[in-house]
């Protein structure tokens, strides 16, 4: 079964400060990877995603990732944090190569809880 | 995502009614998906929709029904309502992949309390 890990359920930063948001996986084959963004009364937008290629992916309002296959992460990152990046982060993970139906389908982690203080 | 729209966004019943949330999107995208977000357990799949003849059952379809009434529409339905079932309620689309690549795009969600 494929799951994710999101170790820390509240991530506290300071404005200008860099910013990481820790995931890990496990999937039996290789994963796809994606990171989602919820603001307050608002649904989960798109970040970026991990296919294949580059470690590193970049993906809106500045937000970057890592996929590190030996440590099974994909952690979000930011060089300099906003007040406005305040949210509730979710990365997800998808197998390749899923031996049934419905591990075709995304799961998600429990998610962090992001708090930029000005 | 405005391309993606629920109805209603909030919406407060009691224990035993019926209710269907529905949602339809301008993306003309062929997958949907329904999710429950509860508090500290991310998202769960609750049903998906490959294309209108296609309807699957996520890891928690207990107590959920749903319709693919076009490729535009999809509605969930609680056939008799429990306080358990309280949530927040979101609707996706993805385009068709052959990879398993497609992003799932997402609505804004539908608060239900069941009283």
């Known amino acids: 079964a494929q799951s994710v890990a999101q170790p820390e359920d509240q991530v506290n930063v300071a404005e200008g400060n860099p910013l990481t948001v820790k995931c890990t996986y496990s999937?039996?084959?290789?994963?796809?990877l994606f990171w989602y963004v919820q603001y307050p009364n608002r649904g989960l937008q798109f970040l970026l995603k991990y296919i294949t290629g580059d470690n590193l992916v970049k993906g809106s309002y500045g937000f970057e990732a890592e996929f590190n296959k030996s440590q099974t992460s994909f952690h979000l990152k930011k060089p300099s944090a906003l007040v406005s990046d305040s949210a509730l982060y979710f990365c997800?993970?998808?197998?390749?190569?899923?031996?049934?139906?419905?591990?075709?389908?995304?799961?998600f982690g429990s998610g962090t809880q992001l708090t930029v203080l000005p | 995502d405005a391309d993606v729209t629920q109805t209603p966004r909030n919406r407060i019943t009691k224990t035993g009614k019926r209710i269907m949330l529905e949602c339809s999107q301008t993306k003309g995208h062929d997958r949907m998906y329904w999710y429950r977000q509860d508090p500290g357990l991310g998202l769960q799949l609750i049903y998906y929709s490959f294309d209108v003849k296609d309807i699957n059952k996520g890891e928690i379809s207990d107590g959920y029904s749903v319709s693919r009434q076009a490729q535009a529409k999809f509605s969930l339905s609680l056939e008799s309502a429990i306080p358990n079932q309280t949530a927040l309620y979101f609707c996706?689309?993805?385009?068709?992949?052959?990879?398993?690549?497609?992003?799932?795009?997402f609505g804004p969600g539908t608060r239900l309390t069941v009283l």
């Open positions: 996706a689309t993805s385009e068709a992949t052959s990879g398993g690549t497609d992003t799932q795009y």
């Open positions: 999937v039996s084959g290789n994963p796809y």
């Open positions: 997800a993970v998808r197998d390749i190569r899923p031996k049934y139906g419905s591990a075709r389908q995304l799961t």
